[in-house]
């Protein structure tokens, strides 16, 4: 896996990704943002009722502190989600990964080009490892708190539709693929 500073010679440019100016590819991944959504905490309901998150019995307080943890919670991921794309960057060689939020989307970007198995670990690591870490941390927590950790765990696997959406559309493209990865939006490059 390695990032080039460069792009090779005879690679042109084969698709376009980008989904916060094309529409269509936005409506997609933000719908299939919102089935994942509902898929999880239908199954979560099934678990521990959503019922649970609202319950003021232990105390107005535990309540609020409950949301609290939760709204932090969740800007915590979206900060570390962000860095651990540009964790994985780094890890093969980009020097320098850019950062931002353009209102719909926190993104993590570069101005070098990837091969498609290094793109693929760039953008399925942060679903990948915070799935795991709070499928761990899941079981810990008592059930009065199950939805506040279980509700940062469906905005990581919703949120990472555009990850999985980019992902699919890369794995139908040749082998020789160059994907540069601005952050909203990527270009693909190949050669055949």
């Known amino acids: 896996m390695k990032a080039y500073g460069s792009l090779p010679e005879g690679y042109r440019v084969i698709a376009e990704i980008d989904l916060q100016k094309n529409k269509k590819q936005m409506i997609l991944v933000n719908g299939l943002a919102l089935v994942i959504m509902v898929l999880l905490i239908a199954v979560g309901h099934g678990t521990v009722p959503i019922g649970t998150m609202f319950d003021m019995e232990s105390g107005v307080g535990l309540y609020f502190l409950r949301f609290g943890a939760l709204l932090a919670g969740t800007v915590v991921y979206m900060v570390l989600h962000e860095l651990i794309h540009g964790a994985a ?67 990581n696997l919703s949120g990472a539709a555009g990850d999985l959406y980019v992902t699919w559309r890369c794995m139908k493209m040749p082998a020789d693929i160059l994907i540069k990865d601005a952050g909203t939006s990527m270009k693909v490059y190949s050669a055949e």
């Open 89 to 155: 960057m780094k890890s093969v060689g980009t020097k320098k990964v850019k950062y931002g939020f353009t209102g719909m989307y926190a993104f993590a970007g570069s101005e070098d080009w990837y091969d498609r198995s290094s793109y693929l670990y760039i953008a399925l690591a942060p679903v990948v490892l915070w799935g795991i870490v709070l499928a761990v941390l899941q079981p810990a927590v008592p059930e009065s708190w199950f939805w506040v950790v279980y509700f940062i765990q469906v905005s």
